[in-house]
């Protein structure tokens, strides 16, 4: 038993083991807090398009040795806001518009590594997460917008649930529903950016969904979904890390594999009950639906 | 020296010859509306008729594209959607939905104190403050429209706007929804409707409109529910009695129906 015990605190000597653990928890966190906005708009497809994305930027800046988070960031935004865009057109929806701007973007940032080379983080790193290589800047940067984002859920708190819940009502009643949904793009770009070294950018998207996916089966309100899916993503971070130093296996890899496990041992206890929570978790009305319905705007005309 | 006349009741939204429509395909066209202080209004119409798109045009979100629209500054508006149009498997309590509508600026989470008492206060008026913690999936139909009935409430509306609040429930819910609104108007809300139920709501109201991009009819029920209006707004051949001083909106014959 002791052995066991003297095994698993074995990497906590290590430096980079424990920021690495650090950055996963408190990405586990992050992920889990965010999904629940993410599952209940129906928004999940938009986490994995999102990461993708920032793979492009990851890759340019990578390229032209440009500062990492910079690049990348201004890439991932710059994606939202063209998805924004063009699934405002009407004639494209906004799952097409996600499916062409993010992958295209995901495949340039492969052809630029694959022609200039990788000089900055590891490439495997971006795609499926690793331990190895967490610098303080990461922990850092995690740590920032972990505490941003904090600050925008309860500062926003009403304005979020409202317009995820209800966004035409929400917008006759004072909630600024296309600020707050561009408030809500910010911080998820920041988080799939802020993780990506960590969990990788093909598994940060099952981290935003599955511990929301959980809290959904475990309870009928919204603060305790919150708080549920935040602890059972920080759980899955923290579990995932020890696992994957100890297996040797991608941290993402593991992580993800952590969040499953817990899926699958609720599902197990409710004997399936739960899944009935789930049903319809994407019935959200697109409020850019609502807006493409208004023909040109004519203030004047008022 | 003059005796002074008594000034008219003052219009909160006012509609003047507005066109509104979508890809050139026009859904209202040269509308023109009063909706005055204390009214008790149902638009009635069929389906496509431009009932939804009145109601956003009265609520200001969305703008005209021909005409006039002026909305008394300062007029605090509120609007129940249809309940066929909630997801009722979203995580929220009763208690959570209706605090929504509190949505202005930076506020924690959880109720102040007081906006813990104005809730309840607001339920209870409803009858519905014993439901403040259950899932809006548990509630009946009547309880879900109290429910959002609440929520709009607590924004102290001069104007409340319901997009079919009657539509989907049963009768008994339908007479529960039509008493509590008549009594929401007369504690002086003003209140406009849109329904296709012309027996059931629209011959209940007092002051009825008949839209079909556009306005048909306007006024009392007797003046609206009428064979003439109501074929020119729903293209159907229908016939009125009167039963216990009420109009009743029998439908024709249809060709090739069975008439034995």
Redesign the interface.
């Known amino acids: 038993m002791s052995s066991l015990w003297a095994s698993f605190l074995e990497p906590f000597g290590y430096q980079f083991f424990v920021k690495g653990l650090l950055v996963a928890t408190m990405a586990g966190f992050l992920c889990g807090l965010l999904g629940v906005y993410i599952i209940l708009r129906g928004m999940s497809y938009i986490g994995h398009g999102l990461s993708h994305a920032v793979f492009g930027g990851f890759a340019a800046s990578s390229v032209i040795s440009f500062n990492y988070y910079v690049g990348a960031g201004i890439w991932g935004l710059a994606s939202a806001l063209a998805i924004n865009r063009v699934s405002r057109s009407r004639r494209i929806g906004a799952d097409a518009a996600i499916g062409v701007i993010t992958t295209a973007s995901f495949a340039l940032g492969i052809a630029l590594l694959s022609l200039y080379g990788n000089r900055g983080p590891s490439f495997d790193a971006a795609l499926f997460g690793s331990i190895i290589g967490v610098a303080d800047t990461d922990v850092w940067v995690v740590a920032g917008v972990t505490v941003f984002t904090l600050v925008v859920v309860f500062g926003r708190y009403r304005a979020l649930l409202f317009s995820t819940f209800d966004p035409e009502v929400a917008d006759v009643s004072g909630v600024r529903v296309a600020r707050t949904d561009a408030l809500l793009m910010l911080v998820l770009s920041l988080a799939i950016l802020a993780t990506l070294n960590i969990i990788g950018v093909t598994l940060v998207a099952a981290t935003l969904v599955i511990p929301a996916v959980v809290a959904r089966m475990l309870t009928d309100s919204f603060s305790r979904m919150l708080w549920i899916s935040s602890i059972t993503g920080a759980a899955g971070g923290f579990l995932g890390m020890n696992l994957s130093y100890h297996l040797n296996v991608p941290s993402g890899t593991m992580i993800v594999l952590v969040d499953a496990a817990a899926f699958c041992l609720v599902l197990m206890v409710s004997g399936g009950r739960s899944l009935r929570a789930t049903a319809n978790l994407d019935e959200y009305v697109d409020p850019t639906s609502i807006l493409r319905a208004q023909p040109a705007p004519s203030r004047n005309a008022r | 020296m003059n005796a002074a006349r008594p000034r008219p009741p003052a219009a909160l939204v006012t509609l003047q010859d507005v066109g509104?429509?979508?890809d050139r395909h026009p859904v209202l066209d040269g509308v023109t509306l009063r909706v005055e202080t204390g009214a008790f209004t149902g638009v009635v119409g069929p389906s496509g008729s431009g009932k939804t798109s009145l109601l956003r045009i009265l609520?200001?979100?969305?703008?005209?594209?021909?005409?006039?629209?002026?909305?008394r500054p300062g007029l605090r508006?509120?609007?129940?959607?249809q309940l066929e149009?909630?997801?009722w498997?979203?995580?929220?309590?009763v208690a959570?939905?209706v605090?929504?509508?509190?949505?202005?600026g930076?506020?924690?989470?959880?109720a102040s104190p007081r906006e813990r008492v104005e809730v309840h206060d607001t339920l209870d008026r409803l009858g519905i403050a014993d439901l403040a913690r259950r899932?809006i999936?548990e509630l009946s139909g009547g309880q879900q429209q109290r429910m959002f009935l609440a929520?709009a409430l607590l924004?102290r509306p001069e104007l409340m706007l319901l997009d079919e609040p009657t539509s989907g429930v049963d009768v008994r819910t339908r007479h529960e929804v039509l008493h509590l609104l008549g009594d929401l108007n007369e504690d002086g809300l003003s209140i406009v409707l849109t329904t296709h139920d012309l027996n059931g709501v629209a011959a209940h109201l007092p002051h009825l409109v008949a839209l079909r991009t556009r306005v048909i009819a306007a006024g009392h029920p007797d003046e609206v529910i009428r064979p003439d209006v109501l074929e020119a707004t729903f293209g159907a051949d229908m016939e009125v009695l009167a039963h216990a001083g009420m109009p009743i909106v029998v439908e024709g014959h249809h060709r090739g129906a069975r008439t034995a």
């Open positions: 509104f429509g979508y609520l200001g979100t969305a703008a005209p594209q021909r005409g006039q629209v002026a909305i508006v509120a609007y129940v959607p149009t909630v997801n498997n979203f995580p929220v309590t959570e939905c605090l929504m509508s509190r949505p202005q930076i506020r924690w989470p959880w899932h999936r929520r924004r």
